[in-house]
């Protein structure tokens, strides 16, 4: 038997909590790992509270992370003992997730832990840390250096933001943080935004062409955010877009596209190759700075998870959350 974060939807409504399972009710795969660590991600909020269509069958065990040691394995690449990470590929939304003590798997999936990070840290960077650093390596592609001027981070306070800006920092970016919450000025400044701009500047209805400011940018917001970011985008700059908070619609024109040849650059983290991957991963163990991850990291324990997942679509949570799903 082992402790997880269900979720189950049926007559009786729509409904998440921890519960014990037998091992035998996990899905096919060819490792199965003990997990250590999850996490909690904005698209684990949806899945645990039902606000967004995440979930594609039931019931499911949600966490799109986990960091853990395989317990058994019959894939060649991988033996029992390691120690390995786990991002995306559906897990806890097709498949059972990592808000578990125990997960099956796909070996593909699996990624080796870095050395340079416990289990805790690999968790405190989550899909939201290495969603970040995908984001950083898509502007780097695309040409955009630290002497182009400032690069903006939306959703700045959150998790995808707050491991954005301390990367962009790090590697020598301007870096301005946009953020709802005035009162996380202090900390964005810390993990290294030169400037601190409310949101609200972004979140209304703009001009389809604006006065431009950025060299670049880290979107995790979209809708109204992310058009008027395009609107005053440099010429030749570019936005890479990774989230949805403020909604999937996109209320722009051609206009910063083929009058400032702006790039809007997509950063996928779910079905991203293992190649990109493992440079990411790479990449964060050389230049995140680990006071910083911890700065913007609390812990919490399985019981806590449903509590936490409704606070985090609300705004209410600070950057990182590490899950102890053995406590």
């Not at 039931?58 to 317990?71: K, Q, S, W, Y």
Request: glycine share 12%; aromatic share 6%; proline share 4%.
């Amino acid at each position: 038997m082992f402790k997880a974060v269900l979720v189950e939807k049926d007559e009786a409504g729509y409904r998440a909590g921890v519960t014990e399972l037998d091992e035998a009710a996990l899905p096919e795969g060819d490792v199965t790992v003990r997990v250590a660590y999850s996490t909690l991600n904005y698209k684990d909020g949806l899945a645990i509270t039902g606000k967004g269509p995440v979930v594609r069958k039931f019931p499911m065990v949600p966490g799109i992370d986990l960091a853990g040691r395989v317990e058994a394995s019959s894939h060649a690449d991988i033996s029992v003992g390691d120690a390995v990470v786990l991002n995306g590929w559906g897990v806890g939304e097709g498949h059972w997730g990592g808000l578990a003590q125990l997960a099956r798997l796909k070996g593909e999936w699996l990624v080796p832990l870095p050395a340079a990070f416990t289990p805790r840290q690999a968790m405190a960077i989550g899909t939201a840390g290495y969603t970040a650093m995908l984001c950083v390596m898509a502007l780097e592609r695309h040409g955009v250096t630290p002497a182009h001027g400032e690069v903006l981070v939306t959703g700045a306070s959150g998790g995808v933001g707050s491991v954005a800006v301390a990367l962009l920092a790090k590697l020598g970016y301007t870096v301005v943080a946009s953020t709802g919450r005035p009162q996380e000025a202090e900390y964005l400044t810390t993990l290294g935004a030169a400037e601190i701009i409310d949101r609200a500047q972004l979140a209304a209805p703009g001009k389809l062409l604006a006065k431009e400011r950025w060299a670049g940018a880290v979107d995790t917001v979209g809708s109204h955010t992310l058009a008027n970011v395009c609107a005053s985008m440099k010429y030749r700059g570019t936005v890479a877009a990774c989230g949805l908070a403020q909604g999937m619609d996109f209320p722009s024109s051609v206009a910063p596209f083929i009058l400032r040849g702006v790039t809007l650059a997509g950063v996928d983290s779910v079905m991203a190759p293992r190649a990109e991957r493992l440079e990411a991963w790479r990449r964060l163990a050389q230049e995140l700075d680990a006071a910083k991850l911890e700065l913007m990291t609390h812990e919490i324990g399985l019981g806590e998870v449903v509590d936490t997942a409704a606070a985090l679509l609300e705004g209410r949570v600070r950057g990182r959350v590490v899950v102890d799903v053995n406590r």
